[in-house]
């Protein structure tokens, strides 16, 4: 068994920060890439941020230079630092990891998602 687990939604102010969290736990040998994704309501769900196992990042271009991705290896988490949130940003945010587990091969696994709401 696989779980991750997002925290750290909620409620800001545009131009407000927020810091999201996903913690992986269970039988884990091994995790590839992590993530997030976000679906707004009506909309389908689209990347926001991936890093590599080796701290390589990629994003989504809408939200370069004011979203951050950062992971802790020895921790299993992995992070979203929201910064400038719009009410754009306005979305459920979903992490996502490559996680293989012993004998397996490598399989995509998901958290069950975090609301967040940028609104005056």
């Known amino acids: 068994q696989v779980q991750l687990v997002e925290s750290g939604g909620g409620l800001v102010e545009p131009g407000g920060s927020l810091r999201l969290s996903c913690a992986a736990s269970?039988?884990?040998?091994?995790?590839?890439?992590m993530g997030w994704y976000r679906q707004a309501l009506g909309k389908e769900r689209e990347l926001v941020a991936r890093?590599?196992?080796?701290?390589?990042?990629n994003y989504a271009d809408s939200m370069k230079g004011r979203f951050t991705i950062s992971r802790d290896n020895a921790k299993n988490m992995v992070y979203l630092q929201l910064n400038s949130l719009k009410p754009e940003d306005t979305a459920v945010y979903y992490c996502?990891?490559?996680?293989?587990?012993?004998?397996?091969?490598?399989?995509?696994?998901w958290g069950q998602g975090t609301q967040v709401t940028v609104s005056s």
């Open positions: 890093i590599t196992s080796s701290s390589r990042t």
């Open positions: 996502y990891a490559q996680i293989m587990r012993p004998f397996r091969a490598y399989d995509n696994y």
């Open positions: 269970g039988n884990i040998f091994s995790i590839n890439d």
